[in-house]
């Protein structure tokens, strides 16, 4: 069984992790939204970059997203041995 | 624990599935080239077909204990329940009408796109593995434990039984839909043939074979999805891969846009649309005189012909169609009116963003609602409970999103190329219009009308329906019928799943989370699972009933299920996990709070016309969401802290190994 200090510090990376997935969703979708009318005058292979954010670029980034939180608490499970058999 | 031969011989038995999926395909080309098979026999057989499969999964996967009726046993692997989540989620809207709202409303229907794809990772980090390391069986279980009492448990019910059953009627509409237009049979049979196809499996398996069948159900439909465009891509530009080739489309689109904003013959026609709008609204205020008025020009009309004209006929269509009433005539000139309007302005640029603040306020806030409302479905959730392990629940949540992009990144390129060639109609000749476009002209799903009398085609002379441009590409591509024919079964393939997972959810929230646990507590598991399969049975003909009236608000009732969702469930879930802190009396205020305030909203700016900062009813959650959250955090503080238990179970859910004291199985 861990101490609650352990526990505690457990649950303060997973809260810093999850704060920084949440600030990455909200600068590829909000942020990008809001500047859209800008990064359009940048224009890759036909696709103007702002519409292409919310086409399809945030899009990729949330699964990032959840593969890299999935996979860093898999390794913070296992730090603190509260991984399941 | 995770089962490896299991998920071994999962995926053994759905490749031999996918490869028997294309071989029909093959067999049914072969008979379409060689035996002239009738479009109407290819329909029957994808229709009979694939219901027969999605029926003997559901045999194959009958049951009667408890854990399987509800959560599939638990022992659905990541990337199985990643493909049942991606066709439980995606409905008859996102497969047959994303694309071409898309396609008509250029940047503004990106807020469709992220919105239902970035709620996915609210689900995945804050509440997905915390409530499959609770374990239970519903959100309603979940409210219960954390915060203790029958109060909590039934707003959970209620909040459930709004959202889901709008959105289950919408989904037995889109069957109908399908269904009469794959068969040409009436509406109303097709809403009970599909019936048949959803109860067939959840009736006799519930959550296990539900989640075999739309595993079974999203390979139809992404396959369904990406042949057609694919071709088309082929075709435009010699690259396969439409999701990156579409680029050109989108410059052709703008330019063209560019160039008719000035035309003269497009002016003409926008004047047409103009005067037209200032005709329904000058009858709009009229009424209800107006409205009398018509009715009996038209009558007028139909007495002094001689029977037996054949212009009585066209007349007696007009008197059917109508509006029965001052009031319906309210609606539908009002409609009528907007259309008109809209069609009497320049076109838009395709990729830029709202150019005035309100517009950006209302994409924002619309997106914003959308990702909370998916992370607080309760059909989506539910399918959380369904891994093995809290692990596995994280890794299935990017599965599930991995497989709806799939279709979600080929919508973009669905709707450029539908565009682009919608485009490329103007300026034909009236008599020279390709096949495609005089065959949805039957069916009322483009319009396209000379409106100056010049025999040439105009941009504003073009009308499209949303769902036109899944549904035409097929034929746009030069594909045989076998191909249209099969993207009507994945409509119904992504129709038929979402029912089924509504279906499961509405019934275990009144037999489990109502009868069971604040009625009866003393039935036994068999007796459950049986009153849980009556149920199914019969909020499935409700459903079914309702659906059958085809009532117009249907379509909007769905937007706002997402608004409710996120006003009223998402912010009692984050909390009850991250705020330990949390209490019974601010989670009741704050739901009680945001869902009134919702409604309030939702009811003054959809029909008495209030509008706060440009915010319209679909993203109306924006102003109960966030007082939820404010209400139920100053409602806990004022109030006693949970006790010691709930505060220990909290501690438990927060990390992976360790007993939950309400989550134990049964």
């Not at chain 2, 690259?239 to 052709?252: D, E, M, R, V, W």
């Not at chain 2, 990017?398 to 103007?426: C, K, Q, S």
Request: charged share 15%; aromatic share 12%.
């Amino acid at each position: 069984m861990l101490s609650k200090e352990q526990l505690e510090s457990y649950w303060r990376e997973n809260r810093n992790l999850m704060l920084l997935v949440l600030l990455i969703w909200f600068l590829v979708s909000y942020g990008a939204a809001l500047i859209s009318g800008f990064l359009n005058k940048i224009v890759i292979f036909g696709f103007p970059l702002g519409y292409y954010m919310g086409a399809q670029g945030a899009l990729i980034v949330f699964l990032l997203l959840i593969v890299f939180y999935a996979k860093t608490m898999e390794n913070v499970d296992k730090k603190y041995g509260v991984e399941e058999d | 624990m995770v089962d490896k031969g299991f998920a071994e011989r999962l995926k053994k038995v759905y490749a031999i599935y996918t490869g028997g999926l294309i071989f029909l395909l093959i067999l049914l080309y072969l008979g379409e080239k060689l035996f002239n098979l009738s479009p109407a026999f290819i329909g029957y057989v994808f229709l009979f077909g694939t219901i027969a499969v999605y029926a003997a999964i559901g045999i194959i996967s009958r049951t009667g204990q408890v854990a399987e009726y509800y959560v599939a046993g638990r022992r659905v692997p990541a990337v199985f329940n990643g493909m049942a989540t991606a066709a439980d989620w995606m409905s008859a809207a996102s497969f047959i009408g994303m694309a071409g709202a898309l396609a008509l409303q250029g940047y503004n229907g990106l807020a469709f796109i992220m919105g239902w794809t970035g709620g996915y990772v609210l689900l995945g980090v804050l509440i997905a593995p915390y409530l499959r390391k609770f374990g239970a069986y519903t959100i309603p279980d979940f409210l219960d434990a954390r915060y203790g009492g029958k109060l909590p448990r039934f707003v959970g019910i209620v909040a459930t039984l709004i959202v889901s059953f709008t959105y289950l009627v919408a989904q037995i509409t889109g069957v109908g839909i399908i269904a009469s237009r794959l068969l040409g049979l009436p509406f109303e049979v097709g809403v009970f043939v599909g019936l048949m196809g959803i109860l067939v499996c959840s009736f006799l398996g519930g959550m296990k074979a539900v989640t075999w069948t739309q595993v079974a159900q999203y390979i139809v439909l992404i396959i369904a999805y990406l042949i057609p465009v694919t071709v088309l891509s082929f075709k435009y530009t010699g690259n396969p891969i439409s999701q990156i080739s579409y680029g050109f489309a989108l410059q052709g689109i703008e330019q063209r846009f560019a160039q008719l904003k000035d035309d003269p013959k497009e002016i003409e026609v926008r004047e047409i649309h103009k005067k037209r709008a200032e005709e329904l609204k000058a009858k709009i205020a009229a009424l209800p005189e107006s409205w009398e008025q018509g009715k009996k020009e038209l009558e007028q009309q139909l007495n002094a012909l001689p029977p037996g004209d054949p212009k009585r006929a066209e007349i007696e269509k007009k008197l059917k169609e109508y509006p029965k009433s001052p009031a319906e005539a309210k609606e539908k000139w009002t409609d009528a009116m907007k259309k008109a309007t809209e069609a009497s302005k320049p076109p838009k640029s395709y990729t830029a963003p709202p150019s005035d603040t309100k517009g950006m306020v209302n994409f924002l806030a619309l997106m914003l609602m959308l990702m909370l409302g998916t992370a607080g479905l309760p059909h989506v959730i539910m399918r959380f409970y369904t891994t093995p392990t809290v692990r596995e629940a994280r890794t299935s949540a990017g599965w599930a999103l991995f497989f709806i992009l799939l279709l979600y990144i080929t919508a973009p390129a669905y709707a450029a190329f539908g565009r682009y060639e919608m485009l490329n109609l103007v300026g034909k000749a009236f008599n020279e219009l390709p096949d495609w476009v005089q065959k949805w002209a039957k069916v009322n799903l483009i319009t396209i009308k000379d409106l100056n009398g010049d025999g040439i085609v105009q941009f504003a002379e073009i009308a499209i329906h949303p769902d036109m441009v899944v549904l035409a590409t097929p034929e746009i591509a030069g594909l045989p019928y076998v191909i249209a024919g099969f993207v009507a079964a994945g409509g119904l393939a992504a129709a038929l799943s979402t029912a089924d997972g509504l279906l499961i959810t509405i019934s275990n929230a009144i037999s489990h989370d109502l009868y069971y646990k604040m009625i009866n507590p003393n039935l036994s598991p068999s007796t459950r699972v049986k009153i849980g399969k009556a149920l199914l049975l019969v909020v499935a003909l409700i459903g079914a009933y309702v659906a059958s009236f085809r009532l117009a608000i249907i379509v909007e009732l769905v937007a706002w299920a997402f608004s409710l969702a996120a006003a009223s469930l998402f912010p009692a879930l984050v909390l009850g996990i991250w705020d330990k802190r949390m209490n019974k009396q601010g989670a009741i205020a704050g739901m009680v709070v945001g869902l009134t305030v919702t409604i309030i909203y939702l009811y003054l700016s959809r029909f008495k016309g209030v509008e706060l900062f440009g915010i319209k009813p679909i993203a109306s959650g924006i102003f109960g969401m966030p007082l939820n959250f404010i209400v139920a955090l100053v409602v806990s503080r004022l109030t006693p802290p949970p006790p010691q238990n709930i505060q220990e179970f909290v501690d438990n859910i927060r990390y992976p190994k360790g007993a939950v004291r309400a989550g134990a199985e049964e």
